[in-house]
């Protein structure tokens, strides 16, 4: 994983709930809805030129242009930005170079222009592929830089019947060259701004730290017979402007700017106060709080002394404090990470492995991590009732976790549907919407203070399980056939 979700992110209803946007989402968005508003007005004023000349090649190009910008503004409206701004930037760069190629032949009255659109699109990729992998993060800004640079040195004039006639290009001289400098402008415009956001919103995260604006919101652990057994903690901040500041945008910064061992340690620090004022009251004493350990902050030298350090101070009992620890942490100097682990869970640290099976999986390192937990990913319990692949892992993650001896707890738990099946597997623990969002600590109390409803008698209960269970499958989607 990229950076610690769950420090951030609550558990459940994910693909229901409104997405936390970062800064980079929301200039992905701007950046494809305005180019792609532009550069599919362009193509379709072209295509109506051309039609009325007669020229339907080029009014073929033009309208596969206009047909693939809309398709990238249906899927920003769909919060897919990774695809549209893929479909964006290839539609236009294929539209820029085959009109530079052979629509835009110079003569020697006039030069060719079209390429220059080249210079701001290898810009506006920088922007958008700034979260991709190396290679095209790297590569799509490259490549239209080269493009740029082989029309603007080699000059090719390939003569074809889909030249424009020279008078019409040269009412259209001025006009590329003036808005392709405009849009260099605005592309570089928008980069200097996000450098700006991103170093202001950098400053004040560190300041944060330190001036007390964060705070821990609390998703409850349940367990088969509805007792709340413990929490995540999920960090929040509550920013004295501009109010709760999504996850979604200081999670990524702190990752970046090298803060997240420092906000991690935050975290442990108030998970663990909080557990030792919870010792006081018998309605919350033996309550157990995991915490999310990033990778970064899990690398840091003497990070496990620091947590049994954090454990005298707060006076909470390490028996009941979980670390919750993602693939991407073994993924680095095992033999390191397996000590930590080994000494932690001497000193009676709990320790959990998060969002198994969508990462560095691997049996061989399972079997020698001293690990008391696994957690089931919400993507596999989102898909595990309509996928036979998620149930097949589901499954597996659960009888693997319960021939080790070790307790296994679903996330992203959303429907009554849902919990029943993972129970069926022999799920016994639970997190996610169907039973609480992330809540404040005042709430959190209210909801473990809350009398539970009477359970069915134990005769009762087996005398009325078949038709229970009926209603199930008649409410919910039928489990896959193995």
């Known amino acids: 994983m990229p950076h610690s979700r769950f420090l ?161 290009r040269a009412a259209a001289l001025w006009w590329d060259q003036a808005a392709a400098l405009l849009m260099l402008y605005l592309t570089v415009h928008v980069m200097q701004t996000d450098v700006a956001e991103r170093d202001g919103l950098e400053t004040e995260l560190r300041d944060a730290l330190l001036r007390g604006e964060l705070l821990l919101h609390y998703q409850p652990q349940v367990a088969c017979d509805g007792r709340i057994i413990g929490a995540e903690a999920l960090v929040r901040w509550l920013h004295p402007a501009r109010g709760l500041v999504s996850p979604g945008e200081f999670i990524p910064l702190a990752e970046r700017s090298g803060l997240m061992p420092a906000l991690g340690d935050w975290v442990l620090d108030a998970a663990c106060r909080q557990l030792a004022a919870w010792r006081q009251d018998p309605g919350s004493a033996a309550l157990c709080v995991a915490v999310n350990v990033s990778a970064s902050q899990f690398a840091q030298p003497g990070f496990e002394q620091r947590v049994l350090d954090i454990l005298r101070r707060s006076g909470a009992e390490p028996r009941q404090l979980k670390l919750e620890l993602t693939e991407s942490t073994l993924a680095h100097n095992l033999e390191e990470v397996v000590a930590k682990m080994q000494f932690l869970s001497r000193q009676g640290v709990l320790l959990s492995l998060d969002d198994f099976g ?60 849902q919990r029943a099946f993972l129970a069926a597997l022999g799920c016994e623990k639970f997190q996610g919407f169907l039973f609480s969002r992330p ?42 056939a193995w």
């Open 439 to 480: 809540l404040p600590v005042a709430a959190f109390e209210q909801l473990l203070h809350r009398p539970r409803p009477p359970r069915t008698a134990p005769a009762a209960q087996s005398a009325a399980a078949p038709a229970a269970r009926a209603a199930r499958r008649e409410a919910a989607p039928a489990p896959p």
């Open 8 to 168: 951030s992110a609550p558990a459940g209803r994910r693909a229901h709930a409104p997405r936390a946007t970062s800064l980079h989402q929301r200039r992905v968005r701007l950046i494809v809805l305005a180019g792609s508003g532009v550069s599919g007005g362009v193509a379709l004023c072209w295509a109506m030129f051309f039609a009325f000349s007669g020229a339907w090649w080029n009014v073929a190009l033009d309208l596969l242009a206009v047909a693939a910008t809309a398709t990238a503004v249906w899927l920003v409206q769909r919060d897919r930005l990774r695809a549209a701004s893929l479909l964006a930037s290839a539609t236009v760069y294929l539209v820029v170079t085959v009109s530079a190629g052979w629509l835009d032949v110079p003569s020697p009255e006039l030069p060719r222009t079209m390429h220059l659109f080249l210079l701001a699109l290898g810009v506006v990729c920088s922007l958008l592929m700034r979260e991709e992998a190396p290679w095209l993060r790297h590569g799509a800004p490259l490549l239209c830089l080269f493009t740029y640079a082989f029309f603007a040195c080699v000059d090719p004039r390939w003569h074809t019947v889909l030249a424009i006639p020279d008078p019409v």
């Open 358 to 417: 969508t990462g560095f999986s691997s049996l061989s390192y399972l079997r020698r991590l001293p690990l008391h937990q696994l957690k089931i990913d919400q993507s596999f319990v989102a898909g595990m009732l309509a996928a036979e692949r998620d149930a097949a892992i589901v499954k597996a993650v659960v009888g693997l976790g319960t021939s080790l001896g070790l307790d296994v707890i679903a996330e992203g738990v959303e429907t009554e549907a």
